[in-house]
């Protein structure tokens, strides 16, 4: 289903992402050693400790209320809103919005809608940087298929430069509710929503910051 889950005996920490917490416990391990030597040196792997904990955040957030409206499923700057050509789940012209998450967005995807989880497909892939035209084809990338009352909708979890992981919390046959967590993409990445083209009208635009089951990307016609 995914390349990474959640391990059962992390112990969650309100605000941070589970993933993280290894890498941080880690780091504050390695902080704690140096400082016994020096605490200047230990200056190193603190701040790589708190740049990883800021990188993992996760704050709470209320679900979103107005199922007129599709949600963005992450946080970041919108890359392009277009029509393609969709033939893995929509099969056919579908409305596509792009996001680009940097390294200091939260990496956290939530569902864009309410929905049934159909369709998970893992597909390996290049590096390359997320903010490229071609990455939805050579990137790793991971693919969601959710059925919804407008119709399907297809997120997509990709890969960039930095980011080498894909977390994917879902699957085939989970009810996922707008705005709730689907998964999260490790260091910098894009993560793509799309629609059947004749479902739904745009609400944003290349260039705006938009924020995760918080910004109404799209509104559906029906």
Not at 50 to 61: C, H, I, K, N, Q
Not at 90 to 99: C, E, H, S
Not at 186 to 191: A, D, E, L, M, V
Not at 195 to 205: M, N, W
Request: with cysteine; net charge neutral.
């Amino acid at each position: 289903m995914s390349q990474s889950q959640l391990s059962d005996h992390v112990w969650p920490v309100p605000g941070i992402a589970a993933e993280g917490l290894p890498l941080i416990g880690v780091g504050a391990a390695l902080t704690a050693a140096t400082a016994i030597f020096s605490r200047k040196l230990a200056a190193v792997p603190l701040s790589l400790t708190l740049g990883t904990a800021y990188f993992f955040r996760d704050p709470e957030r209320a679900l979103p209320t107005d199922s007129s409206l599709l949600y963005s499923a992450a946080d970041g700057r919108v890359l392009r809103v277009e029509r393609v050509e969709e033939p893995r789940y929509i099969k056919g012209p579908a409305l596509r919005i792009a996001t680009f998450l940097s390294l200091f967005d939260i990496h956290v995807n939530r569902s864009a809608t309410d929905g049934i989880v159909r369709y998970i497909e893992h597909v390996p892939g290049s590096f390359e940087a997320a903010w490229g035209d071609d990455v939805h084809e050579v990137n790793e990338r991971n693919y969601i298929g959710i059925d919804t009352p407008h119709g399907p909708m297809l997120l997509i979890q990709i890969a960039g430069l930095v980011a080498r992981r894909i977390v994917c919390k879902v699957a085939p046959g989970d009810t996922v509710r707008a705005g709730e967590r689907i998964g999260l993409i490790k260091f910098g990445s894009r993560t793509d929503v799309l629609v059947p083209y004749s479902a739904a009208q745009p609400l944003v635009v290349a260039g705006m910051r938009v924020q995760a089951g918080i910004t109404p990307v799209g509104a559906w016609n029906e």
